[in-house]
């Protein structure tokens, strides 16, 4: 079974403070998310990733950045945290395989900004 | 207008009711995903459809390509139904791995 493990359930933060937020897979895909979660929003794609050292901005990037050093391992950073950025976050990766792809999702990180 | 809308936002049913939840997109896809969020977060894939219908235990997904519409359908609701389902699509190959996603509909079976 494919396995996307994210670093915190719950993440109380204060404003301004630099957030790092962490995700790993254990099933060797290529491509790695960072979604947010919003009531009445949806999935919002902040971030995405095709490859090591690889990324692309999703929809709503600002205020964000991201790092994929290595293949299982794709962190997203707040680099001064602000009240507008509590939420949920999710993670997911995929193997590109054309219309057959499934992205597998992490458990979700309920950050709150104070 | 959302590219991919669902209806209805929130579903209240009594156990072993049958559940359709629709989906409405107005891009071309090459694929659409009906996923499962329970309380907690955690989101599970359980459909991948491009074309016709599929079924799964009491869950069955069908679309109309032409009409660029979806649904999900639950036979015999249960209580341990109870989540948010949303649809998302991928556009056509080429347009990479991307989704977009509904809204989410909330779905509560009562016993």
Known sequence: ?114 | KNEVEQSPQNLTAQEGEFITINCSYSVGISALHWLQQHPGGGIVSLFMLSSGKKKHGRLIATINIQEKHSSLHITASHPRDSAVYICAVRGYLGSGSRLTFGEGTQLTVNP
């Open chain 1, 1 to 114: 079974d494919v396995k996307v493990t994210q670093s915190s359930r719950y993440l109380v933060k204060r404003t301004g403070e630099k957030v790092f937020l962490e995700c790993v897979q254990d099933m060797d895909h290529e491509n790695m998310f960072w979604y947010r979660q919003d009531p009445g929003l949806g999935l919002r794609l902040i971030y995405f990733s095709y490859d090591v050292k690889m990324k692309e901005k999703g929809d709503i990037p600002e205020g964000y950045s991201v790092s994929r050093e290595k293949k299982e391992r794709f962190s997203l950073i707040l680099e001064s945290a602000s009240t507008n950025q509590t939420s949920m976050y999710l993670c997911a990766s995929s193997a590109p395989t054309g219309y057959e792809e499934t992205q597998y999702f992490g458990p979700g990180t309920r950050l709150l900004v104070l």
